[in-house]
Every structure is written in structure tokens, then in C-alpha cells.
């Protein structure tokens, strides 16, 4: 029963392509999350959507796209990748609002390496 | 902007021992939530802890507890009784009440030795 579940585990492609992650999460959290890890292992988000509206945009290039179809996915599409692109994605989510805020629950991360 | 200081990139600890990580952070809110996350080698992200900034008293979880110093805006973790699977990158992280998003320090790499 896994709470967030990020497909594919491992992504290889070549500079210029396009490429899509894909997050789930069965939490019933009604926020979610995009951070980025770099080779440095520093964490950073990207994106953060509640209730399908995106609240958060880090200063992430326009090339990155996230599509929030329902409160249960968050998508990442990366458009021209780049080498700098490389890293591990992590999804992640939270429920938001009184009496607490949850803490961040994250997926397994993507590792996606561009050559 | 909120930034949180991990000053040590490593540690190592005889198993069995106990190890303190060091963490800071600035922020001018006074409501806000203090977390260490672990970091296997399988890269999940693991909640380890949470302190919530209006509690006095520190958060403890079995051999992992904190001492959050709320005035010095310090907290670290205290990880007694060290097993091999505690090996890992700890994270420290601070979200404020109103911002929904989780600001991490530099990590610290945890070695166990046998």
C-alpha cells in the first residue's frame, strides 16, 4: 500500500528530448509536491498544488510543467532537457489546514540522468 | 527567507554510541515546524521527528529525540544506543504554519562503525 508512488523509478534519456514523471498518492492529502535533489543531495522544491491549484513556483524554468489532473496527481513534464537536468525528483504531499499542518510525505524519487 | 544550516557534511559514531546532529535556522515567524528526515541509500525520505515550535517540552521518538533551543533557533538531533541501519543522510527541515513548503538544510552523512 504504498502512500506515494512516483513511475519511473529510473529515467535515461538524451539532451533535447521531452519526459513526463508521474505521481499518485492515496493519502488523501489535498496538497502536493515537486522537489528537486541535486548531485550535492540538496533538496529544493519546485512546485507545490492544493486542491489542483498550484500555489508554489520556486523560479523552476518554464521548460518544467506540472499538471495536477485531480488532488490525488501531480505530473511533471520536462520539456528541451538539459544536462543540468539531471537529478532526483521527488514527488511528495501533505494535507494542509486546521487543526495542523501534516507532515510532507514523499515518494521513492526518480532519478533522471540526461546524456 | 528562511534558511536552515546543517554545519556538519559528516559524522561517524561506534554502534551502540550516541551521536548529536547540529542544526540552525533563521525565520522571523513564531509559528512554525521543525522535522529531521533520514536518507538511505534507497533514497526514500523517512520522517524521523517533529517539533512544533509552540511546544516547550522536546520531541522524542524511541532512541531519536531533540533539543530544540527555540531563542537560539537550534535543533538538534540526538540519535542514542546507534544501529547500523541508522547509516544515512539526515536532513533537517522548517516549514512555517502559513508557507506550505518544507525549506531543508545541507543534509549531514551519518556513518555507523561496527
Known amino acids: 500500500d504504498t502512500a506515494v508512488s512516483q513511475t519511473p523509478k529510473y529515467l535515461v534519456t538524451q539532451m533535447g528530448n521531452d519526459k513526463s514523471i508521474k505521481c499518485e498518492q492515496n493519502?488523501?492529502?489535498?496538497?502536493m509536491y515537486w522537489y528537486k535533489q541535486d548531485s550535492k543531495k540538496f533538496l529544493k522544491i519546485m512546485f507545490s498544488?492544493?486542491?489542483?491549484?498550484?500555489?508554489i513556483n520556486e523560479t523552476v524554468p518554464n521548460r518544467f510543467s506540472p499538471k495536477s489532473p485531480d488532488k490525488a496527481h501531480l505530473n511533471l513534464h520536462i520539456n528541451s532537457l538539459e544536462l543540468g537536468d539531471s537529478a532526483v525528483y521527488f514527488c511528495a504531499s501533505s494535507q494542509e489546514g486546521a487543526p495542523y499542518n501534516s507532515p510532507l510525505h514523499f515518494g521513492n524519487g526518480t532519478r533522471l540522468t540526461v546524456t | 527567507a528562511q534558511t536552515v544550516t546543517q554545519s556538519q557534511p559528516e559524522m561517524s559514531v561506534q554502534e551502540a554510541e550516541t551521536v548529536t546532529l547540529s542544526c540552525t535556522y533563521d525565520t522571523s515567524e513564531s509559528d512554525y515546524y521543525l522535522f529531521w528526515y533520514k536518507q538511505p541509500p534507497s533514497r526514500q525520505m523517512i520522517l524521523v521527528i517533529r517539533q512544533e515550535a509552540y511546544k516547550q517540552q522536546n520531541a522524542t521518538e524511541n532512541r531519536f529525540s531533540v533539543n530544540f533551543q527555540k531563542a537560539a533557533k537550534s535543533f538538534s538531533l540526538k540519535i542514542s544506543d546507534s544501529q547500523l541501519g541508522d547509516a544515512a543522510m539526515y536532513f533537517c527541515?522548517?516549514?512555517?504554519?502559513?508557507?506550505?513548503?518544507?525549506?531543508f538544510g545541507q543534509g549531514t552523512r551519518l556513518t555507523i562503525n561496527p
Open positions: 498544488y492544493n486542491n489542483k491549484e498550484l500555489i
Open positions: 493519502l488523501g492529502h489535498d496538497t
Open positions: 527541515a522548517y516549514r512555517s504554519r502559513r508557507a506550505q513548503k518544507l525549506v
